[in-house]
């Protein structure tokens, strides 16, 4: 009898062990999956639709960036340029984060009046004409990050979507860099 107990038990202990690998496997396997899907939209354009004749297909996205923020901010900004690499007129229609980063994302410029500076959403979306670069820089055109869930750290990134108006899209890394007082 105790024979046959230990050999149960020595078959228990065996089928557990081959759990334990199948299940520590599979976990390293989904932890590779992601890893490699979030390399891929860190550093990867997106377009959703396969028609390589969409405005996000003519879009270049460069030097951009997110301003380090305070560890209270609600607000943050963002900033690029955007080269229109094709034929016709793009029209960037809307921008978006995740709800992890902010609660929403809006097209702003800057102007002055009565003497003051003030962020006005670009609600009707931004054109760029073929063969021109737009900049979204400090003091102009930007995108304004509202209800930041937590603060913009020196060397994170935050991945910013920029929609067209053809329905097509481009996910983008933003590096957040501490650039205070720094044009």
Request: net charge neutral; aromatic share 6%.
């Amino acid at each position: 009898m105790k024979l046959l107990f230990i050999t149960r038990f020595k078959i228990h202990l065996e089928i557990k062990r081959t759990s334990d690998v199948l299940a520590s496997s599979m976990i390293g396997l989904l932890l590779l999956l992601c890893l490699f899907s979030q390399n891929t939209l860190a550093h990867n354009n997106s377009v959703t639709d396969e028609n390589t004749n969409n405005m996000a297909a003519s879009a270049s996205i460069s030097n951009q960036w997110a301003r380090a923020t305070f560890a209270l901010a609600k607000t943050g900004a963002a900033y690029f340029s955007i080269s229109n690499m094709g034929e016709t007129t793009v029209v960037l229609v809307s921008v978006s984060v995740s709800p992890n980063t902010a609660m929403s994302a809006e097209f702003h410029h800057t102007i002055i009046q009565n003497d003051m500076m003030q962020m006005q959403e670009l609600s009707d979306g931004v054109k760029i004409k073929s063969g021109e670069t737009l900049d979204f820089s400090p003091g102009g055109k930007h995108i304004m990050l509202m209800g930041l869930t937590g603060p913009l750290t020196k060397g994170e990134a935050i991945v910013i979507r920029l929609h067209f108006d053809d329905g097509s899209h481009i996910e983008q890394a933003f590096p957040v860099l501490d650039k205070r007082n720094k044009p």
